[in-house]
């Protein structure tokens, strides 16, 4: 059985950090790139963060660009999302998301949410 589960939302001040994780099981993680998706209230998905499947790419959405630091450990089957200097326009539902070109394979976790608020 597939499970990502995402762990470590909450409330955070602006300015302030917080660490995402998900714990991926049921699939072989190595063979997946992963993402971080958020949901905003109002408005729709949008792709935060990716990694790929042995972790030396990344990429950003401009927005988070020299904030945000996405990691993979395959060896646990974990990835974390580093976030700093919050802003609370990055409030919302953070998805992890795992994905595999070939064959075509794509997963989501319940996703955690994260208020940034003072």
């Not at 762990?7 to 300015?15: E, I, N, R, S, T």
């Not at 408005?43 to 972790?55: D, F, N, P, Q, Y």
């Not at 990429?59 to 200097?85: C, E, H, P, W």
Request: proline content about 3%; overall charge positive; glycine content about 12%.
């Amino acid at each position: 059985q597939v499970q990502l589960v995402e762990y470590g939302g909450g409330l955070v001040q602006p300015g302030g950090s917080m660490t995402l994780s998900c714990a991926a099981s049921g699939f072989t993680f190595s063979n997946y790139a992963m993402r971080w998706y958020r949901q905003a209230p109002g408005k729709e998905r949008e792709l935060v963060a990716h990694i790929g499947s042995t972790g030396a790419f990344t990429n950003y959405a401009d927005s988070m660009k020299g904030r945000f630091t996405i990691t993979r450990d395959n060896a646990k089957n974990t990835v974390s999302l580093q976030m700093n200097s919050l802003k609370p326009e990055d409030t919302g539902v953070y998805y992890c998301n795992a994905i595999q070109g070939a064959p075509r394979r794509e997963y989501w976790g319940k996703g955690t949410l994260v208020t940034v608020s003072s």
